[in-house]
T-cell receptor, first 113, second 112 residues
Framework: GESVGLHLPTLSVQEGDNSIINCAYSNSASDYFIWYKQESGKGPQFIIDIRSNMDKRQGQRVTVLLNKTVKHLSLQIAATQPGDSAVYFCAENLADSSYKLIFGSGTRLLVRP | DAGVIQSPRHEVTEMGQEVTLRCKPISGHDYLFWYRQTMMRGLELLIYFNNNVPIDDSGMPEDRFSAKMPNASFSTLKIQPSEPRDSAVYFC??????????FGQGTRLTVV
């Protein structure tokens, strides 16, 4: 595949377990955050987003938690499946009317069958 | 819609040659972004356009890199002359006045 071979932190979970992927963002002025999933050979794919006026948002099998006090974001995946194996990135956007997304370094999720 | 389309998917070129990467954004989207992904630096924003106008090119590494968007359905990223350290996966993304960007499949560039 087209993995760029990043030396990423890796989270290994058993199929069916819940996964929690963490991200520390850099700018306290950021007001919008997105989690992306990148499978080998593909571009990043949107999973879920959250605005800074919220601390939790739920999607299908995924939940994002935002703690602005410590500038921390987490992605929880319920009942992890083999198809969830990928690299996960958080991205932040400054509240400056631009649409620049600044990406974190990513976490590789491996799902054991 | 077929999504963001990039070409070529793979490009191998010799140092010193000109390289042109192409992108067709999703129809109707008004923002277009060029990102580069490497082992060392992860995903970096190089430049982005709004309504075909370059808004922020502060991420473009040096003068060897240039990007154009002659119309709403096409953009190019050119490297001239290319160097081995330019080897990376280059992504194009587009969005519709929102901060959710849709990415293409990327172009893997190898400069030897």
């Amino acid at each position: 595949g087209e993995s760029v071979g990043l030396h990423l932190p890796t989270l290994s979970v058993q199929e069916g377990d819940n996964s929690i992927i963490n991200c520390a963002y850099s700018n306290s002025a950021s007001d919008y955050f997105i989690w992306y999933k990148q499978e080998s050979g593909k571009g990043p794919q949107f999973i879920i987003d959250i605005r800074s006026n919220m601390d939790k948002r739920q999607g299908q099998r995924v939940t994002v938690l935002l703690n602005k006090t410590v500038k921390h974001l987490s992605l929880q995946i319920a009942a992890t499946q083999p198809g969830d194996s990928a690299v996960y990135f958080c991205a932040e956007n400054l509240a400056d009317s631009s649409y620049k997304l600044i990406f974190g370094s990513g976490t590789r999720l491996l799902v054991r069958p | 819609d077929a999504g963001v389309i990039q070409s070529p998917r793979h490009e191998v070129t010799e140092m010193g040659q000109e390289v042109t990467l192409r992108c067709k954004p999703i129809s109707g989207h008004d923002y277009l972004f060029w990102y580069r992904q490497t082992m060392m630096r992860g995903l970096e924003l190089l430049i982005y356009f709004n309504n075909n106008v370059p808004i922020d090119d502060s991420g473009m590494p040096e003068d060897r890199f240039s990007a154009k968007m002659p119309n709403a359905s096409f953009s190019t990223l050119k490297i001239q002359p290319s160097e081995p350290r330019d080897s990376a996966v280059y992504f194009c993304a587009s969005s519709l006045s929102s901060r959710e960007a849709f990415f293409g499949q990327g172009t893997r560039l190898t400069v030897v």
